[in-house]
């Protein structure tokens, strides 16, 4: 959802609301992205109509305290708005005549069940053909959805990059990269990371990174 509709958003929200008989509904955003500081920030040329639809949410959430920060520092510079600490521990502030609060929530895995996956025998057995498969080369798993924002494409420049001017890890690390979908994928998110993995392979060899697509079925690229 972007931003700058949520001022709209919170009016189509209201008039919605009150015909359904609860004007007191809340909006919340969750920002997925890192957030970034007031400096960088305040470069973009639509800056304060992107922090005003911000704004309008009533709960905003962010991964980490550090992106919290620096929304709050971007929102300050730009619309003067002083967030204090509210009762529960939580940030917020007095924004056009309501409150509006701050969350921050970690993204986390459930280790347990990671752990009861990788040993069973069956993971065990495909982990030991990789390692014998790489023998001697760290391995790099990459497990990504095929979305532009998780940034797979540039991780696959960087690490073409990195070989380009370091040749002598060419022989000692890999990627095993799995590519999941994903209901938002966006067209041709697919096919410009292919693009990318097959012309690094064409420039310094097909054995630095190895692809596996999952969807209905399981392929091996």
């Given at each position: 959802?972007?931003?700058?509709?949520?001022?709209?958003?919170?009016?189509?929200?209201?008039?919605?609301?009150?015909?359904?008989?609860?004007?007191?509904?809340?909006?919340?955003?969750?920002?997925?992205?890192?957030?970034?500081?007031?400096?960088?920030?305040?470069?973009?040329?639509?800056?304060?109509?992107?922090?005003?639809?911000?704004?309008?949410?009533?709960i905003i959430?962010?991964?980490?305290?550090?992106?919290?920060?620096?929304?709050?520092?971007?929102?300050?510079?730009?619309?003067?708005?002083?967030?204090?600490?509210?009762?529960?521990?939580?940030?917020?502030?007095?924004?056009?005549?309501?409150?509006?609060?701050?969350?921050?929530?970690?993204?986390?895995?459930?280790?347990?069940?990671?752990?009861?996956?990788?040993?069973?025998?069956?993971?065990?057995?495909?982990?030991?053909?990789?390692?014998?498969?790489?023998?001697?080369?760290?391995?790099?798993?990459?497990?990504?959805?095929?979305?532009?924002?998780?940034?797979?494409?540039?991780?696959?420049?960087?690490?073409?990059?990195?070989?380009?001017?370091?040749?002598?890890?060419?022989?000692?690390?890999?990627?095993?990269?799995?590519?999941?979908?994903?209901?938002?994928?966006?067209?041709?998110?697919?096919?410009?990371?292919?693009?990318?993995?097959?012309?690094l392979k064409?420039?310094?060899?097909?054995?630095?990174?190895?692809?596996?697509?999952?969807?209905?079925?399981?392929?091996?690229?």
């Amino acid at each position: 959802l972007s931003p700058v509709c949520l001022g709209s958003l919170r009016r189509a929200a209201s008039i919605n609301a009150e015909y359904m008989g609860n004007p007191q509904a809340k909006i919340g955003l969750f920002i997925h992205t890192v957030f970034p500081t007031s400096e960088v920030f305040r470069c973009l040329p639509h800056r304060t109509n992107i922090i005003r639809g911000i704004t309008s949410a009533d709960i905003i959430g962010f991964h980490t305290y550090d992106y919290a920060r620096h929304f709050i520092s971007s929102a300050k510079r730009l619309l003067h708005l002083d967030f204090e600490t509210q009762e529960g521990g939580s940030l917020g502030v007095e924004c056009n005549g309501r409150k509006l609060e701050l969350q921050v929530s970690h993204v986390g895995v459930d280790s347990e069940h990671i752990a009861n996956l990788a040993s069973k025998p069956e993971i065990q057995r495909r982990a030991k053909e990789l390692r014998d498969k790489y023998k001697g080369r760290r391995i790099i798993l990459g497990i990504d959805e095929l979305d532009i924002v998780k940034g797979t494409l540039l991780k696959i420049q960087a690490y073409k990059r990195f070989l380009e001017q370091h040749r002598e890890w060419k022989k000692e690390i890999v990627i095993i990269q799995i590519l999941k979908p994903t209901s938002n994928q966006l067209k041709g998110c697919r096919d410009d990371i292919i693009e990318a993995i097959e012309n690094l392979k064409m420039g310094l060899g097909g054995d630095i990174l190895e692809v596996r697509e999952y969807s209905n079925a399981t392929t091996s690229a």
